[in-house]
């Protein structure tokens, strides 16, 4: 028994298009994905067949699809190496931030780890050596425990 698919009006160009949109999205909603080099080059692909070069069909076309296809590829790759920040991600352990001052965002105490410092950009759960701390002095870390960090009151 043979399987004949419906004809949908729809040509392959118009579908590479479509599909190339759809990975776009897809990028736009995860991205890391790397769905965005074949949605690329799919979308150019698709308008080469809407336009009328029959990349399948002849040599020449072939060639020109491969050359369009790696130009797509190339655009799209050097584009997201634009877009890409050039700094590293920054890495701090416990043991770096001793020394450092920062800001108190919510109240530290030394009873509680619910005390917020900002160091940096960076926020950190704090507790205080001694007497509570409210939001907006300025401490010194004098020690790092775990996840969190001992503070003082900077005068």
Same mark, same amino acid.
């Given at each position: 028994?043979?399987?004949?698919?419906?004809?949908?009006?729809?040509?392959?160009?118009?579908?590479?298009?479509?599909?190339?949109?759809?990975?776009?999205?897809?990028?736009?909603?995860? +991205?890391?994905?790397?769905?965005?080099?074949?949605?690329?080059?799919?979308?150019?692909?698709?308008?080469?067949l809407l336009l009328g070069v029959n990349i399948f069909n002849s040599g020449w076309g072939v060639i020109v699809g491969v050359i369009i296809a790696l130009c797509a590829a190339g655009f799209t790759v050097w584009m997201y190496g634009?877009?890409? +920040?050039?700094?590293?991600?920054?890495?701090?352990?416990?043991?770096?931030?001793?020394?450092?001052?920062?800001?108190?965002?919510?109240?530290?105490?030394?009873?509680?780890?619910?005390?917020?410092?900002?160091?940096?950009?960076?926020?950190?759960?704090?507790? =205080?050596?001694?007497?509570?701390?409210?939001?907006?002095?300025?401490?010194?870390?004098?020690? =790092?425990?775990?996840?969190?960090?001992?503070?003082?009151?900077?005068?």
């Amino acid at each position: 028994m043979i399987m004949v698919l419906p004809d949908l009006g729809l040509s392959l160009g118009w579908l590479l298009i479509v599909i190339g949109a759809a990975l776009l999205l897809i990028e736009l909603h995860s +991205p890391g994905f790397f769905a965005t080099v074949p949605a690329t080059v799919m979308i150019f692909i698709g308008i080469l067949l809407l336009l009328g070069v029959n990349i399948f069909n002849s040599g020449w076309g072939v060639i020109v699809g491969v050359i369009i296809a790696l130009c797509a590829a190339g655009f799209t790759v050097w584009m997201y190496g634009k877009i890409t +920040p050039n700094a590293s991600p920054t890495t701090i352990s416990r043991d770096s931030v001793v020394g450092l001052e920062g800001r108190v965002k919510k109240k530290v105490d030394s009873a509680t780890l619910s005390g917020k410092v900002l160091i940096g950009t960076t926020e950190w759960s704090a507790y =205080s050596t001694g007497a509570e701390i409210a939001a907006g002095k300025k401490v010194k870390i004098i020690d =790092s425990e775990g996840v969190h960090i001992v503070v003082e009151e900077v005068e």
